[in-house]
Nanobody, 123 residues
Framework: QVQLVESGGGLVQAGGSLRLSCAVS????????MGWFRQAPGKEREFVAAISWNGLVDYADSVKGRFTISRDNAKNTVYLQMNSLKPEDTGNYYC?????????????????WGQGTQVTVSS
């Protein structure tokens, strides 16, 4: 059984930073694409960032230049470094895994999901 466990969320002031981690068990991530999505109350889940099996990355326009996704296959973990946070970054952040190794931006193209970690950015 595949499990994705996010950590690192919390409350931060605007302009601050957080680093999210996603530890995966039950499957080796080295051949998988990994992604981060977020969902704010009353809104649909939206793409944040993704990384392919070979390190290609993609970001939502709203986070480009501020967020960085990375992976450590030896630790079976993916990270999301978030800098210069804004109140509009507030939401529940979900880690996701795609068995096909190429990154995608639609949530329905991912196979496994974590429970999410809450990020709240105060103004």
């Amino acid at each position: 059984q595949v499990q994705l466990v996010e950590s690192g969320g919390g409350l931060v002031q605007a302009g601050g930073s957080l680093r999210l981690s996603c530890a995966v068990s039950g499957r080796t991530i080295s051949s998988s694409a990994m992604g981060w999505f977020r969902q704010a109350p009353g809104k649909e889940r939206e793409f944040v960032a993704a990384i392919s099996w070979n390190g290609l990355v993609d970001y939502a326009d709203s986070v480009k230049g501020r967020f960085t996704i990375s992976r450590d296959n030896a630790k079976n973990t993916v990270y999301l470094q978030m800098n210069s946070l804004k109140p509009e970054d507030t939401g529940n952040y979900y880690c996701t895994l795609r068995l096909g190794g190429w990154l995608r931006v639609r949530p329905e193209e991912y196979d496994d999901w974590g429970q999410g970690t809450q990020v709240t950015v105060s103004s």
